[in-house]
Structure formats: C-alpha cells, structure tokens
Nanobody, 126 residues
Framework: VQLQASGGGLVQPGGSLRLSCATSGFRLDYYTIGWFRQAPGKEREGVSSIGRGDGSKYYADSVKGRFTISRDNAKKTVYLQMTNLEPEDTAIYYC????????????????????WGQGTQVTVSS
C-alpha cells in the first residue's frame, strides 16, 4: 500500500490549491482515504475524509465550505480542492488510508489510519 501526496505550494490568502493523493497497491474504493495536516508545534489534525463504497465525505469544521474532497477510482487518486485559503491553513498535508467503519469512531481521527504518504507543504502567506 502506497500513497503519495502532491500539489502543495505557496499561495496568497484567498487563493486556491488542489492537492492530489496518488495511491497504489490496493483497490482505492475499498478504503477510506483521509487528508490530515500538521502545523509547526501542533498536533496532526484531520481535515477531510472520503469513505469506501458510498464515498461518504467528512470535513473538519475549520474547512467546511472551503475544501472539497473527491475520488477518481480509475486514476486511483484522491483530491483535496482548497479554496479561500487562510494563513491558518499553513501546514504539511498528508493523505492516509484506513479500513474504517463507524465502530472506529471519527474518520478524522489520525489513529484510525494504517497507511500514510509523505506530506506536501502548503504555505498561505502574502
């Protein structure tokens, strides 16, 4: 199981970025995929997830209405479209995969995830 995040960069406040999580070694629609971020000195936090099967989507309150998660099973890639970015969104962003069910609790909990990709830096600054 491998995941690789890309698409980060430097963007001005109010700008947009699209992150990609390329996956391999497993069937994408069998797993829940989550996006997480970690800012300097802070704990890793869940940003968004998309479920296996019906593709249920979850978002952290801080990004609702600004971020959109999507999945392309044919390309084995999960995307995170980020709009109206704020300086507080600055962090390293990671994608991860989990065999998640509701019994595991919140799909935005990093401890639920078994497989992680390397991060991509997002910096929001003028």
């Amino acid at each position: 199981v491998q995941l690789q995040a890309s698409g980060g960069g430097l963007v001005q406040p109010g700008g947009s970025l699209r992150l990609s999580c390329a996956t391999s070694g497993f069937r994408l629609d069998y797993y829940t995929i989550g996006w997480f971020r970690q800012a300097p000195g802070k704990e890793r936090e869940g940003v968004s997830s998309i479920g296996r099967g019906d593709g249920s989507k979850y978002y952290a309150d801080s990004v609702k209405g600004r971020f959109t998660i999507s999945r392309d099973n044919a390309k084995k890639t999960v995307y995170l479209q980020m709009t109206n970015l704020e300086p507080e969104d600055t962090a390293i962003y990671y994608c991860a995969a989990a065999w998640w069910t509701s019994a595991n609790g919140s799909p935005l909990n990093p401890s639920v995830y078994n497989y992680w990709g390397q991060g991509t830096q997002v910096t929001v600054s003028s």
